[in-house]
């Protein structure tokens, strides 16, 4: 089976630097993804990240260590509309890629 | 990318009743998915839907309770079936695109059911 693991709640003020973790046990890892969902909205994609390393997209990177079963997501200069639920998900070996198993999601509040 | 509509986009419904979801894509599309996320929680995959063939369950969901419909390339349908409280939940249809690299999942904004 598989697992995720991420914080539930991060706090930060407008212009801060977020490290959201992401550790995962999997059967068979392909790659891991992150999903951000405003409150009342549709996930929308954010990043994947399928070898070791740093994406970087604008004001957010991910980060994946395959070794460590372990990656995160970066979010620089907070901004009020980050404010949003991030989750970090899997896609086994095989599968294809609209079967993600979600971690529970990690609330970030954007104080002013 | 892809526009996914999904109605309706939210109902209050009596115990015991059955309530159709629907779900249409502004492109063709080889599979659909469709996640359950409960209040507060994770996305939960429910099935996998392919056009001409019967949906593929996940553990834990059975077609009896949430029927899928697949009758072409971008429309699908999800039943949800003799519903209780416990099927209060927003459902989320959502697409893979052909030849789209690095795990991208379209979603519509779903569908938040009540059941009273």
């Known amino acids: 089976g598989q697992s995720l693991e991420q914080p539930s709640e991060v706090t930060a003020v407008e212009g801060a630097i977020v490290q959201i973790n992401c550790t995962y046990q999997?059967?068979?890892?392909?790659?891991l993804s992150w999903y951000q969902q405003h409150d009342g909205g549709a996930p929308t994609f954010l990043s994947y990240n399928a070898l070791d390393g740093l994406e970087e997209t604008g004001r957010f990177s991910s980060f994946l260590s395959r070794s460590d079963s372990y990656g995160y997501l970066l979010l620089q200069e907070l901004q009020m509309k980050d404010s949003a639920s991030y989750f970090c998900a899997v896609r086994d070996r095989g599968a294809s890629w609209g079967k993600l198993q979600f971690g529970a999601g990690t609330q970030v509040v954007v104080t002013p | 990318s892809a526009v996914i509509s999904q109605k309706p986009s939210r109902d209050i419904c009596q115990r015991g009743t059955s309530l159709t979801i629907q779900c249409q894509v502004d492109?063709?599309?080889?599979?659909m998915f469709w996640y359950r996320q409960q209040p507060g929680q994770s996305l939960t995959l429910i099935a996998t839907a392919n056009q001409g063939s019967e949906a593929t369950y996940e553990s834990g969901f059975v077609i009896d309770k949430f029927p899928i419909s697949r009758p072409n390339l971008t429309f699908s349908t999800l039943t949800v079936s003799n519903m209780s409280p416990e099927d209060s939940s927003i459902y989320l249809c959502?697409?893979?695109?052909?030849?789209?690299?690095?795990?991208?999942?379209?979603f519509g904004e779903g569908s938040r059911l009540t059941v009273l």
């Open positions: 492109s063709q599309v080889t599979m």
């Open positions: 999997t059967s068979g890892f392909y790659g």
């Open positions: 959502s697409v893979e695109l052909a030849g789209v690299f690095g795990g991208e999942l379209f």
